[in-house]
């Protein structure tokens, strides 16, 4: 029964801390493990590049089993990848993953620190990546980190010697992290952080190797192992009912957006930790050997040892009220710990063992998830004893100007509730994403508060100070201040209070192309965050544009309502590239925000605020066709971008299909990993073929190499090899080497300037090797690597043309590139030179 008992706390841990934003409730095996950790002092930090990098089963291990305080080091926050649940693009992709990784943290026990680096895109190799981040600034942040945080031990996921096998970010981590270990002692560099910190020296560093850096298992197991250590990372907690491995499965799939959603696994696994710097320990069963992680680390630590390892050897799971006064005593002696940096750890460690032991609840919840200034919110506070302790609430404040004086007695389980008002300062900040709040390069975010930097997340809006007195003892316990509310369909829900204009504004489309000098409509869509709202909507553009009505009032009735509001662009006659943006109006202060939500189960539902700007282009462009049919992929933008500049894109099911169905498209496209993603397309090629012999054009973009490369024969009318070679830098040198073919130079002339200002890369898994059928157009390559002819072949084919494309059409033409969109409509036109090819859509 007791086992029965123990199992079923555990399952309840791990739902209720799955839940997103709810506050954390403890059982008592909960209470016990958080007395087991207050009691070890000593900390591991890992250290990679990317959310998913780090190996969840040495975080768990080091957080679950060693007790250790353990962290992750991303040094980005993904902000280059793909998303496999919802729109999020780059910064807005990199505040879903930042939440996916304290996700994953919650679940595993670790904290979560991010560098100002950004995940530019694919790097080959460390050299490029060190030279796109700013180097010196991401190196002080690991060493701010590690200064910070001040590791025993530290574990690299990547090795820093083998430059090239992997991502650039990733080796590139793994070299900041070595030399950082060298650097963090010494008082004389980057002094400048010493106001806010103080220097550290971690005792050993480790690199986290596998079986994969050797190339096979069986490299591994004849690799010299003498300066290695194996952890068995499959250990059975049966505390909480769960193998190691199991909780780091269920950390790792909250990596959603990566789709790393995975089966959960049990039993015994090794794990090999390669020491890199600082020497092995004596015991190699213990990381921590030669390190002291008793409260005898920390000087007056002795006397609180005393009363902590006996309440946690005594530890009663039927009432662990019974340690309150232990724990009481414990609070008072660390409170008078002259070091900073213990004291601070552990009194915020037993604050959550002293509310967990007494089944103290204390919240301030707003009755709106966000107030504006000037605004008044109003907070529910409920305060709640579940225990016989003799507790007092004598006062709550929140902010610095709101402070309600109380002085009651809580009783056990009889609840208080009290109303507070909140007033919101007139001159308040809105609620930020500080790496998001200025104007950011492609490879580092700004930040300027030193506080900050290293920190998930911005502090939260506001904060709740409990003040009670617990027996005779004297206590001050903080909550944020929260929004908690329910939905029918997904009961009680949990949200960040935070502080909004009183209006954003959002421009419908991010790029506008304009293909010829004709007017536009440019919609904007205001949303209103208070009731009544009543000001004006300004549109902000660029020299030689001209906007018929630049200003508009705005009347909205209701808080969370929008209106869209319309103005008449004329573009310049002009080739230009530039911003509009937009200015609102409201009781005398200027607004020139947009709010995007990021709403998913597994994270807190994020209100991001930025710049409300849209690229405008004005292109003179020359096409063919009209009805173009697109295949969708693993999913683009390219069809909204051939709209914008004049195409009616029809979308294609493959599994309609049929002879004939295509011949009334002047061209069909396939989007990114078309062949990759639909299993049934291939069955369909023949019908794709049949309609570029009678004269179509078939573009396929590109498809990855690998495991899952397609066949040529199902892709491609003559042979044609996929590989892996991409060109990454997106400022890489173009040669157009088939100057004289009609792909260049039909309708629009291709120039080397249509090739500036690209974004993220040129492209990737370009062809190799291709049948003589095919004329390459373009040869391009990065640094120090030999061209590559792939990137753009096209072939005659009966009547029409095949054309096969790894360039990154995909990233360039939503964020409206000029060359991108001309190469594109050429090839969608060529052929097409008599006008009575130009056909018409039927049926
Ligand atoms: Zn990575």
């Given amino acids: 029964m007791?086992?029965?008992?123990?199992?079923?706390?555990?399952?309840?841990?791990?739902?209720?801390?799955?839940?997103?934003?709810?506050?954390?409730?403890?059982?008592?095996?909960?209470?016990?493990?958080?007395?087991?950790?207050?009691?070890?002092?000593?900390?591991?930090?890992?250290?990679?590049?990317?959310p998913d990098d780090e190996n969840t089963r040495l975080i768990s291990y080091f957080s679950n089993e060693v007790k250790a305080r353990t962290a992750y080091l991303s040094l980005t926050r993904g902000d280059g990848g793909q998303n496999l649940i919802g729109p999020e693009l780059q910064e807005l992709l990199g505040v879903l993953r930042t939440q996916e990784l304290l996700a994953a943290r919650r679940v595993d026990g670790g904290e979560q620190f991010f560098t100002r680096a950004n995940d530019f895109g694919f790097s080959k190799n460390p050299d490029e990546t060190l030279s796109i981040w700013d180097k010196e600034k991401v190196l002080a942040d690991v060493v701010r980190i590690i200064r910070d945080f001040k590791p025993d031990i530290i574990v690299n996921r990547f090795d820093h010697r083998t430059s090239g096998t992997t991502h650039g970010h990733h080796t590139a981590s793994a070299l900041l992290s070595v030399e950082a270990f060298d650097i963090t002692a010494n008082p004389s560099v980057y002094s400048e952080q010493l106001k806010n910190t103080s220097v550290w020296q971690p005792k050993r560093l480790f690199f986290n190797t596998s079986w994969w850096f050797y190339g096979s298992r069986e490299n591994f197991e004849k690799a010299d192992k003498s300066n290695m250590l194996k952890v068995d990372t499959g250990v059975f907690y049966p505390m909480i009912g769960l193998s190691n491995n199991e909780i780091a499965a269920l950390a790792s799939s909250q990596h959603r957006c990566q789709g790393f959603g995975r089966l959960n696994t049990r039993g015994s696994q090794e794990e090999y930790i390669e020491l890199v710097k600082g020497d092995l320990p004596a015991d190699p069963d213990n990381l921590f050997d030669g390190i002291d992680t008793s409260w005898s680390r920390v000087e007056g630590g002795k006397e609180i040892g005393e009363v902590l390892y006996a309440l946690e050897k005594n530890f009663s799971f039927n009432d662990p009220t019974v340690h309150l006064n232990d724990l009481l005593k414990a609070h008072k002696l660390i409170k008078e710990l002259e070091d900073d940096h213990w004291r601070r750890l552990k009194l915020k460690e037993l604050e959550s063992i002293i509310s967990a032991v007494t089944g103290l609840y204390l919240?301030?919840?707003?009755?709106?998830?966000?107030?504006?200034?000037?605004?008044?919110?109003?907070?529910?506070?409920?305060?709640?004893?579940?225990?016989?302790?003799?507790?007092?609430?004598?006062?709550?404040?929140?902010?610095?100007?709101?402070?309600?004086?109380?002085?009651?007695?809580?009783?056990?389980?009889?609840?208080?509730?009290?109303?507070?008002?909140?007033?919101?300062?007139?001159?308040?900040?809105?609620?930020?994403?500080?790496?998001?709040?200025?104007?950011?390069?492609?490879?580092?975010?700004?930040?300027?508060?030193?506080?900050?930097?290293?920190?998930?997340?911005?502090?939260?809006a506001y904060t709740a100070e409990f003040h009670l007195s617990i027996g005779n003892y004297d206590i001050k316990l903080q909550r944020p201040v929260v929004h908690r509310y329910s939905r029918p369909d997904k009961g009680e829900l949990y949200q960040p209070f935070i502080i909004l204009p009183k209006a954003t504004a959002s421009f419908s489309e991010k790029v506008m192309v304009f293909a010829s000098g004709d007017a536009k409509d440019v919609a904007l869509t205001i949303t209103a965050h208070k009731d009544s709202l009543a000001g004006e909507v300004q549109l902000k553009?660029?020299?030689g544009w001209q906007v018929e009505n630049e200003i508009q009032?705005?009347?909205?009735?209701?808080?969370?309502?929008?209106?869209?509001?319309?103005?008449?662009?004329?573009?310049?006659?002009?080739?230009?590239?530039?911003?509009?943006?937009?200015?609102?109006?409201?009781?005398?202060?200027?607004?020139?925000?947009?709010?995007?939500?990021?709403?998913?189960?597994?994270?807190?539902?994020?209100?991001?605020?930025?710049?409300s700007k849209a690229k405008a282009v004005r292109l003179n462009i020359d096409k063919y066709g009209e009805h173009i049919g697109y295949i969708v992929g693993a999913g683009d933008k390219v069809p909204e971008s051939l709209e914008q500049i004049g195409y009616r894109v029809h979308l294609i099911d493959p599994a309609d299909i049929e002879a004939g169905s295509l011949d009334k498209y002047d061209a069909v496209v396939t989007g990114i990993r078309a062949y990759n993603v639909l299993d049934n397309l291939k069955f369909?090629?023949?019908?794709?073929?049949?309609?570029?012999?009678?004269?179509?054009?078939?573009?396929?973009?590109?498809?990855?190499?690998?495991?899952?490369?397609?066949?040529?024969?199902?892709?491609?009318?003559?042979?044609?090899?996929?590989?892996?070679?991409?060109v990454t830098n997106e400022n890489s040198e173009v040669d157009i080497i088939a100057a004289n073919h009609p792909l260049v130079n039909f309708p629009n002339t291709i120039t080397a300037e249509d090739f500036d200002g690209w974004v993220t890369e040129r492209g990737l898994y370009f062809p190799k090797e291709w049948d003589p059928a095919f004329t390459p157009i373009l040869s391009m390559k990065d640094q120090g690597e030999s061209p590559t002819e792939g990137s753009l072949l096209v072939a005659p084919y009966g009547k029409g043309y095949y054309i096969y494309t790894g360039l990154s059409f995909f990233r360039e033409l939503p964020a409206g590139v000029p060359g991108a969109y001309k190469i594109f409509a050429n090839m969608l036109s060529i052929g097409k030179a008599d006008p009575e090819n130009k056909s018409e859509i039927k049926g």
Wanted: glycine share 4%.
């Fill in 553 to 611: 009032k705005i009347e909205i009735a209701k808080r969370g309502d929008q209106k869209t509001v319309v103005f008449r662009v004329i573009p310049p006659a002009n080739e230009d590239d530039n911003y509009f943006s937009s200015v609102l109006r409201v009781n005398g202060r200027e607004i020139s925000k947009e709010l995007v939500t990021i709403a998913y189960d597994h994270i807190p539902t994020q209100s991001v605020l930025l710049e």
């Fill in 2 to 50: 007791r086992y029965f008992l123990v199992w079923c706390a555990g399952i309840i841990l791990f739902t209720t801390s799955l839940q997103a934003q709810s506050p954390k409730k403890y059982t008592p095996s909960d209470i016990y493990q958080a007395v087991q950790k207050l009691n070890f002092l000593g900390s591991a930090l890992y250290v990679a590049a990317h």
């Fill in 363 to 460: 919240e301030a919840s707003s009755d709106n998830a966000s107030a504006y200034p000037g605004n008044t919110a109003n907070i529910s506070i409920e305060a709640l004893n579940r225990s016989n302790a003799e507790i007092v609430l004598h006062s709550v404040s929140i902010g610095t100007g709101l402070k309600r004086n109380l002085n009651k007695p809580l009783l056990n389980n009889k609840k208080m509730n009290e109303k507070l008002e909140l007033q919101i300062p007139e001159d308040s900040s809105y609620s930020s994403h500080y790496w998001l709040s200025q104007p950011w390069s492609v490879g580092m975010y700004t930040v300027d508060d030193p506080e900050l930097i290293g920190k998930p997340e911005s502090p939260v």
């Fill in 684 to 726: 369909k090629q023949r019908f794709l073929f049949d309609y570029v012999q009678s004269g179509g054009n078939l573009i396929l973009q590109y498809n990855t190499a690998g495991r899952w490369a397609p066949q040529y024969k199902d892709i491609a009318p003559y042979p044609l090899t996929l590989s892996r070679d991409r």
């Fill in 541 to 543: 553009y660029p020299e």
